[in-house]
């Protein structure tokens, strides 16, 4: 998949309900793209191409649901994207998302359900972008995965190693090379430049930190949770430049 926003990938060869899902998808009317994929799936049940749509738009729409939801939208998610992959592991936007489903459901696990999925995540990102070189989410899922691990202590990963098992390896390092990946595949993504905007920030790069996030504030909305992210942008950079 190249970019969150590419929704007619395919589009001469795909089925007119799939476009009209896609573009309802587009225009960030949540509700009615999953109503029209539903609709869709009752034809064709089990369809790789609807499943991992869905899981998409379960995602998408975990982000903005209200907090006591998120949870159980963001496992619904997981759960079309396993079913994409059973259907056809072949397609990298099954294991993608279910990569993103997985790494929202972390938040809500204990430490050692989080130490496993850690693992899953890094199997899923490889599975996807061995699959698809160009999958621009993949790259910038794995740049947050990577920022994450980065944060971790070495006394932390010692006690993970000993008491919940290992964690994946990489940091800051990794982490700006998977986004400025994903930037160069896909460089409209807000998502991309602000996740890049924090790991320079921990990175000690406060001027390239400011521009990214500069530049992540002023793309055009493609998803519904982008004007808070953009929003989140600017202040990170106006405190950034205070200092």
């Not at 936007?93 to 989080?114: D, P, V, Y």
């Not at 691990?149 to 800051?172: D, N």
């Amino acid at each position: 998949m190249t970019g969150l926003i590419v929704v007619l990938l395919g589009a001469l060869s795909s089925p007119p309900r799939m476009m009209a899902g896609d573009g309802e998808f587009a225009r960030l009317e949540y509700a009615r793209a999953e109503e029209t994929y539903d609709s869709a799936m009752a034809a064709t049940a089990d369809s790789a191409e609807y499943l991992w749509r869905l899981s998409r738009l379960y995602v998408c729409m975990g982000d903005m649901a209200e907090r006591e939801r998120r949870e159980e939208t963001y496992r619904t998610a997981a759960a079309y994207a396993e079913r994409c992959i059973r259907a056809d592991s072949m397609i990298a936007q099954g294991h993608t998302w279910r990569a993103a489903a997985l790494g929202n459901i972390a938040m809500f696990e204990g430490s050692k359900a989080k130490v496993r999925l850690c693992n899953e995540i890094k199997h899923e990102l490889d599975c996807a972008i061995a699959l698809d070189s160009l999958d621009d989410v993949a790259y910038s899922i794995l740049g947050s995965f990577y920022l994450a691990l980065g944060k971790v202590g070495w006394f932390e990963r010692q006690i993970a190693t000993v008491f919940l098992g290992s964690l994946p390896g990489g940091g800051f390092e990794e982490a700006e090379a998977a986004l400025r990946r994903a930037i160069a595949i896909a460089p409209g993504i807000v998502r991309h430049r602000f996740e890049l905007g924090l790991v320079l920030q921990e990175e000690g790069k406060r001027q390239e930190a400011i521009e990214a996030f500069r530049s992540a504030s002023e793309l055009p909305t493609t998803v519904a949770s982008d004007p808070r992210t953009k929003e989140r942008a600017v202040r990170i950079a106006a405190k950034l430049e205070e200092e």
